[in-house]
């Protein structure tokens, strides 16, 4: 079993940045395939970019292409999700998650450990 723990949101104006964090804990070797997704205010939950963490391969988003960057650091078992001229449509709970499997993808119903979610507001 996978733990997973999100941190670093919080308010910004647009414009600005931002640097989330998910620290990783439990049966880490269990999963090669970690990801972000958002759900904004009354909408549903949305992916925003996967990483495979054995070969580095990234997918994103279109909305976030060239704005966010994904990076997992192995020796630390930590995301990141580094947030680059921020918008007020990125407003939203973000959450990271593990697959188990790596796979191009941002289906909601690949992976099958989440954390509790990070609030995240542009304004």
């Known amino acids: 079993h996978v733990q997973l723990v999100e941190s670093g949101g919080g308010s910004v104006q647009a414009g600005g940045s931002l640097r989330l964090s998910c620290a990783t804990s439990?049966?880490?070797?269990?999963?090669?395939?970690v990801a972000w997704f958002r759900q904004p205010p009354g909408k549903e939950r949305e992916g925003v970019a996967t990483i495979s963490t054995t070969t580095g391969r990234t997918l994103y988003a279109n909305p976030v292409k060239g704005r966010f960057t994904i990076s997992h650091d192995n020796a630390k078992n930590t995301l990141y999700l580094q947030m680059d001229s921020l918008k007020p449509e990125d407003t939203a709970v973000y959450y990271c998650?593990?697959?188990?499997?790596?796979?191009?993808?941002?289906?909601?119903?690949?992976?099958?450990?989440w954390g509790q979610g990070t609030q995240v507001t542009v304004s």
């Open positions: 998650a593990a697959s188990n499997v790596w796979s191009p993808t941002l289906d909601v119903s690949h992976y099958d450990y």
């Open positions: 439990g049966s880490t070797s269990s999963y090669n395939c």
